[in-house]
C-alpha cells in the first residue's frame, strides 16, 4: 500500500515539475511541459481513480507552494489535474455485456468516443466560462486576448517605421486574436489525447494497464455534437460582438472531436491494409508538417456521422493497434 501512494505521490511531483519547467523559458522547458499530463495519466490508468486523485493534490500543492500564490495552483488544478480525474474515471468505467448461448458476456469499456466527448465539452466549459468571466472587461474576452498579444508581440515587432509597424502590429493581432481562445482549447485537447495515449501505451508495453486500449476506428461521437457544432458555427457567423466571438471560438473547439471521428475512420480504412502501420505514420506526419489534412479529417468525420462510411464500406479489420 505504501508503494500505491509513494508513486501516486510521485507521478504529482513530477507532473508539477514538467508543468513548472515552463520558467526555464527554453524551447525544450516547454516541451517538457507539454508532458505534465504524462505522470497524472500513468497513475489514473496505472493505480486508479484514487492513484490520480492523490496526484493531482499532490501536483496542485507543489504549483501553489512554488507559483506563491492560489491562482497558480488553481490554474495547474484547473486545466490538469481535474480534467484527468474525470477522464480517468469515465475511462475506467465498464460493464459486463449481455451473456448469449454458450457464451458469458464479455467486459464493455468506456467507448473512446464519448471520451473525446468529455474532453472536447470540457474544453468547450473553459472557453466559455474565460467569456463569462471577462465579460465585464474593456472589450470582453476578445479585448483581453487582443491586450495580452499586443503585449507578447510588441517586442517582436519594433522594426521599420513607427505608423507602419503599428499597423501591421494590429492586423497580425487582430487575426490571432480573432480564433486564439479556440485554437489554445484545441491545443489542450490535443495534448492531454496524446498524453492520454501515451500513458495508455505505456502501461500496456509492461502489462500494467487497468482497461485495454481504445480503438481509434471505434470513435463514434454522439448524435447531438454536429447540431451542437452547426449552432456554434451560426452563432459565430451571424451574430456581431461578444457572442459572435464565442460561437466562432466554439466551433473550433468542437470541431476537434470529429477531427478524432474523422481519424477514427481512416484507421478503420487502413487496418484492412498490410502496411497499416507505414500508412498511419505517414498520414499522421503529413497532418504535422502542412496542417490542412487536419481540415479534411474534420469533414470526413462529419460526413462519417451524417451518412455511416465506417459502417457502410469497412470490411474486418486484420488487427489494428
Given at each position: 500500500m505504501a508503494r500505491y501512494w509513494g508513486f501516486a505521490g510521485s507521478a504529482g511531483l513530477a507532473s508539477a515539475a514538467l508543468y513548472l519547467s515552463v520558467i526555464l523559458g527554453s524551447p525544450g522547458a516547454f516541451l517538457l511541459a507539454y508532458l505534465a499530463p504524462l505522470p497524472l495519466f500513468l497513475a489514473g490508468l496505472g493505480l486508479g481513480l484514487s492513484g490520480v486523485a492523490v496526484a493531482g493534490i499532490v501536483g496542485s500543492l507543489i504549483v501553489f507552494l512554488a507559483g506563491g500564490s492560489f491562482v497558480a495552483g488553481g490554474l495547474y488544478f484547473a486545466i490538469e489535474a481535474l480534467p484527468i480525474v474525470i477522464l480517468v474515471q469515465r475511462a475506467l468505467l465498464s460493464r459486463q455485456g449481455e451473456a448469449g448461448p454458450g457464451h458469458a458476456g464479455t467486459l464493455e469499456w468506456y467507448p473512446p468516443g464519448l471520451l473525446v466527448t468529455w474532453l472536447v465539452g470540457m474544453a468547450a466549459l473553459l472557453v466559455t466560462v474565460a467569456w463569462l468571466a471577462l465579460s465585464g472587461s474593456e472589450g470582453g474576452l476578445a479585448g483581453t486576448v487582443e491586450r495580452f498579444l499586443s503585449a507578447g508581440l510588441s517586442a517582436m515587432l519594433e522594426t521599420g517605421d513607427a505608423g507602419a509597424d503599428m499597423a501591421q502590429r494590429q492586423q497580425?493581432?487582430?487575426?490571432?486574436?480573432?480564433?486564439?481562445?479556440?485554437?489554445?482549447?484545441?491545443?489542450?485537447?490535443?495534448?492531454?489525447?496524446?498524453?492520454?495515449?501515451?500513458?495508455?501505451?505505456?502501461?500496456?508495453?509492461?502489462?500494467?494497464?487497468?482497461?485495454?486500449?481504445?480503438?481509434?476506428?471505434?470513435?463514434?461521437?454522439?448524435?447531438?455534437?454536429?447540431?451542437?457544432?452547426?449552432?456554434?458555427?451560426?452563432?459565430?457567423?451571424?451574430?456581431?460582438?461578444?457572442?459572435?466571438?464565442?460561437?466562432?471560438?466554439?466551433?473550433?473547439?468542437?470541431?476537434?472531436?470529429?477531427?478524432?471521428?474523422?481519424?477514427?475512420?481512416?484507421?478503420?480504412?487502413?487496418?484492412?491494409?498490410?502496411?497499416?502501420?507505414?500508412?498511419?505514420?505517414?498520414?499522421?506526419?503529413?497532418?504535422?508538417?502542412?496542417?490542412?489534412?487536419?481540415?479534411l479529417a474534420v469533414v470526413l468525420g462529419v460526413v462519417d456521422q451524417m451518412f455511416g462510411l465506417r459502417r457502410r464500406f469497412a470490411g474486418p479489420a486484420q488487427g489494428e493497434e
Open positions: 497580425t493581432i487582430g487575426t490571432i486574436a480573432a480564433l486564439f481562445p479556440g485554437v489554445a482549447a484545441a491545443s489542450w485537447i490535443v495534448m492531454l489525447a496524446i498524453n492520454g495515449a501515451l500513458a495508455q501505451g505505456l502501461l500496456s508495453r509492461f502489462d500494467r494497464n487497468i482497461r485495454p486500449s481504445p480503438r481509434m476506428a471505434e470513435t463514434f461521437l454522439p448524435g447531438w455534437m454536429l447540431p451542437a457544432l452547426l449552432a456554434a458555427a451560426l452563432v459565430g457567423l451571424a451574430m456581431p460582438g461578444g457572442f459572435g466571438y464565442i460561437g466562432r471560438n466554439l466551433m473550433v473547439v468542437l470541431a476537434v472531436a470529429y477531427l478524432f471521428a474523422g481519424l477514427g475512420v481512416i484507421h478503420a480504412f487502413v487496418a484492412r491494409m498490410k502496411a497499416r502501420q507505414v500508412m498511419m505514420v505517414g498520414i499522421y506526419v503529413t497532418m504535422v508538417l502542412f496542417g490542412w489534412p487536419v481540415i
